[in-house]
């Protein structure tokens, strides 16, 4: 099928039978805080099926991470997922933190070992009295309470420390176990290797829901230092369309429209209909993929119900 038939068939449908959520990451500064807000304002009428709020490495993003997840509660609609890691706190204190969410209305963690508080790709290490991987983590939630959506990490490409598939997909199964619900996947730009990882993970037996994280390209140069370290390959492809583009940022964020546009499109053509977008915290390119996916803003009154 075409580009131009994919995008004629979308008009039809509408958006019918696609769920998507967001993910935002704490901010900083309150230049950041007032862009973030923007984008959850712009975002929200799209009726995510929740938004994922990023826990720093170590653990550095506690408290915002929980100040941006309460305000989420409190003054929006939206479903909340809080991101939660092992890294750097015992299993008493991180168990506080789920109690606290729950408390406070939460009612979905998205459970992680994390990476070390000196960043991706140093040794880890885990805490003496912590939860040492995600799937102690998942167990260690589920007996805090059993209220909870618990979703986990899934690698298309392998876990970049995964010695081999057969580690990787048991580690999926022990957190699936454990308790977890669903799982959301590490970016990828070759959706080949998506209905790949797929296949294995049905083959052993793993029937939760797997969706796939979508990144819409914001800085080409980031993204590939960035997909070195968690171990997402760039297509030659991919680099191609970036390529010459370093001084023209209009041209370069069409572009990342289109590619992101085009993955999606052709996923649900694989029958995909969830979607995680990694967000940036900007919601230009977002909306637009999800404009293009068919779904359209709610009307007032349905969003505030
Ligand atoms: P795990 O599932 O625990 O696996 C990590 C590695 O350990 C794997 O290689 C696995 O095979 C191996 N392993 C697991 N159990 C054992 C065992 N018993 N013995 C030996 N080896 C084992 N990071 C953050 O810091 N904050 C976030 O908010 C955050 N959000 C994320 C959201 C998503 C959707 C994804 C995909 C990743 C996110 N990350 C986040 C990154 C994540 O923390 C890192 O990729 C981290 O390196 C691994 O975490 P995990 O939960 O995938 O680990």
Redesign the pocket.
């Known amino acids: 099928m075409s580009s131009i038939d994919k995008f004629r068939r979308f008009e039809l449908d509408e958006g019918a039978g696609v769920s998507v959520s967001f ?1 935002f990451f704490p901010p900083k500064s309150e230049k950041m805080e007032a862009s973030l807000w923007a984008a959850v304002q712009r975002l929200e009428p799209l009726s995510p099926s929740f938004v ?1 709020v ?5 653990g550095s993003t506690r408290e915002r991470t929980h100040r941006t997840v309460e305000r989420l509660i409190k003054e929006t609609g939206l479903a909340p997922a809080a ?1 939660l ?3 750097g706190a015992s299993r008493e204190e991180v168990d506080a933190v789920v109690r606290d969410y729950h408390e406070l209305g939460v009612r979905h963690i ?6 070390p508080l000196e960043g ?1 790709g140093a040794i ?1 290490n885990p805490h003496p009295q912590g939860y ?4 102690d983590l998942v167990a260690g939630i589920r007996r805090v309470s059993e209220d909870f959506e618990v ?5 298309p490409e392998r ?4 010695p081999d598939w057969a ?2 997909i ?3 199964k ?2 699936v176990d454990a308790g977890a619900t669903r799982a ?3 970016y990828f730009f070759d959706n080949n290797l998506f209905e790949t990882f797929l296949e294995k993970v049905r083959a052993a037996g793993i029937s939760i829901p797997v969706v796939p ?1 979508i990144l819409p390209i914001v800085n080409f140069e980031t993204t590939m230092v960035f997909s070195a370290k ?1 171990g997402t390959s760039i297509p030659h492809w991919l680099a191609r369309r970036f390529a010459g583009l370093d001084q023209d940022a209009e041209t370069r964020k069409l572009v990342a429209s289109a590619v992101a546009c085009e993955q999606v499109l052709d996923l649900v053509d694989r029958g995909i209909t969830d979607f ?1 977008f990694y967000t940036m915290n900007r919601a230009d390119l977002t909306f637009a993929i999800c404009h293009m996916l068919g779904l359209r803003p709610a009307p007032l009154e349905q969003q505030a119900a």
Do not use: M, W
Not at 110 to 115: E, Q, T
Not at 151 to 155: G, H
């Open positions: 993910e994922s990023t826990y720093g490495a170590g991101h890691t092992c890294v998205v459970a992680l070992r994390g990476d991706l880890y040492a991987y995600g799937s979703s986990v990490s899934a690698y876990h970049p420390e995964s580690s990787e048991d580690n999926l022990r957190k959301i996947t590490q994280g968690c995680h």
